[in-house]
């Protein structure tokens, strides 16, 4: 079992954990990702956050079938969340590698 001592790092280490979570959620606020669809006639760059900066369509596609011009500006918000979704799960599993508790991301579980 857990000593005082013990106990009073753990929770150090639990805050430190915490503070640096919250940090890096927020700079993913700030990294933009993008997706693409049809070669890239289709872009989206969003943030890590899934705010929307920009769609971009080329115009040779403005000509085209309307259901085929939907289809792949929803595949590139597709890839766009796909991407940000790894990115994120990336700069966060940095952050909770190796730390007690945290499942599939630790290893180590504790006793209460």
Known sequence: MFNKGQMAG?????QAMQDNLKKAQA????IEVSGQAGSGLV???????YDVKRVEI???LLADD????????????NDAVRNA???SEEKLGKITAGMPGMGGMGGMKLPF
């Open 27 to 30: 700079e993913l606020a700030n």
């Open 10 to 14: 753990l929770m150090k280490q639990a």
């Open 58 to 60: 080329d115009p040779s």
């Open 43 to 49: 872009k989206v760059q969003m943030t890590c956050k």
């Open 66 to 77: 309307k259901e085929m011009l939907e289809d792949l500006v929803a595949a590139a918000f």
């Open 85 to 87: 979704e790894a990115t």
